[in-house]
């Protein structure tokens, strides 16, 4: 064992022999070997050098639950400049590897160059590379809304409107809301109930919603963000117009990074985006926890009846098609899916996909939308 070579702190030396070793071990990529030589040191004499070369062998490991929790220890040990930089790249770069999400990456990055002006670790390099990642991931999320977009189209032409087939109007309610009740409700039962023993398990899904009675029914429906999309993306795209709702330069740096990175997912679509926006997703959310509502006995007939010709009779008015509703739809599902997922496009894009194919294998593009 090599003698310990300290500072004038009384932690390991910038000189210690080990970072030699350190060193040997980081080019011949044996991150294991990193991990052994410094866990040989007695954490008390660690210095943040010796420490954030712990955490660099753990992710080059792949050991990203260990560095996650170095991570946290070290972060209110972070005085410099360089330092808070440090490790906002390395929390910038777990994050990105665990979600494979640039924007995870990007927000930390920036953290990093705010922190340390004059950018000792070339921060902004590596910002830079994440802006380029990003932009390949938006312009594939492009490729794939004209893909799905033309594959809509063509299945609604399958049949010609003079053909499609006419629905009663409880029925078209049901489709309305289609993918959010498809699973367990079905279309057959317009005033389905659930049996008692499956009552818990549809509860469930009202509770992630914090429903447990009608007043919270009430609540979730007007004001929960994940059935309100439009109302974020009418902000977008009045900022995207010239006329923007509010001042971006009054948010603070990463709520600005995330507005902006927000206007480019919307771009990706914004082309066949629908004059009612993604409103077929945020009614079809309600249609569906109506239904769910009603089900479990948290609504009664009036309630339950009065919602779904409200909510039902909207989109009447909004589209003229299911071919347009479609888009609406598969947008608002990429939207929340964006939002809910820290911004991650890829997983937009899959959960876009996958509603487009529910779409695609119902009976909604061979019905006539109804007046």
């Known amino acids: 064992m090599m ?6 702190n009384g932690l390991i030396s910038d000189t210690d022999r080990r970072y030699e070793e350190l060193d040997k071990w980081y080019d011949l990529d044996r991150a294991d070997k990193e991990i052994e030589l410094i866990l040989s040191v007695p954490r008390k004499l660690w210095s943040k050098k010796f420490w954030f070369r712990l955490i660099c062998a753990y992710n080059n490991n792949g050991d990203y639950e260990k560095s996650e929790e170095e991570i946290a220890k070290i972060e209110p ?3 410099k400049a360089v330092e808070k930089a440090r490790f906002h790249y390395y929390r910038g770069w777990l994050k990105g590897e665990k979600t494979q999400n ?3 990456s990007l927000r930390e990055y920036k953290k990093g160059l705010d922190a340390d002006p004059d950018d000792t670790l070339d921060l902004t390099g590596r ?3 994440c802006e380029a990642e990003l932009q390949d991931i938006m312009d594939n999320m492009r490729s794939a809304v004209v893909h799905t977009v033309d594959i809509i189209k063509r299945r609604c032409a399958l049949v010609p409107d003079d053909k499609k087939v006419e629905v009663d109007d409880e029925t078209f ?5 289609f993918y959010q009740g498809v699973v367990s409700l079905g279309f057959d039962n317009y005033f389905a109930k659930c049996k008692d023993e499956d009552r818990e398990k549809e509860m469930q899904l009202l509770n ?5 009675d009608r007043d919270s029914f009430f609540e979730c429906v007007q004001n929960n963000q994940n059935m309100n999309q439009n109302v974020y993306l009418n902000d977008a795209l009045a900022y995207m117009n010239g006329n923007p709702v509010f001042d971006i330069d009054e948010l603070e740096e990463d709520g600005r990074l ?6 480019e997912f919307v771009k990706t679509f914004i082309d066949d985006l629908p004059d009612a926006g993604v409103i077929a997703w945020d009614i079809g959310e309600k249609i569906g926890l109506n239904r769910y509502a009603y089900a479990c006995g948290i609504l009664g007939n009036s309630d339950y009846v009065t919602g779904m010709l409200t909510l039902s009779d909207l989109l009447k008015e909004k589209f003229s098609s299911f071919e347009e509703y479609a888009r609406s739809l598969i947008f608002g599902a990429a939207l929340l899916m964006f939002q809910i997922s820290g911004m991650n496009v890829r997983k937009a894009k899959d959960f876009m996909c996958t509603v487009t194919k529910y779409f695609l294998d119902s009976s909604l593009p061979d019905t006539k939308w109804m007046k």
């Open 173 to 177: 309610q049901l489709f309305l809301g």
């Open 102 to 104: 640039p924007v995870e």
């Open 127 to 129: 910002y830079e590379e």
């Open 3 to 8: 003698d310990l070579v300290l500072d004038e």
């Open 258 to 263: 995330c507005f902006l990175t927000y206007i």
């Open 208 to 212: 992630a919603y914090n429903i447990t």
């Open 77 to 79: 040990h972070c005085e």
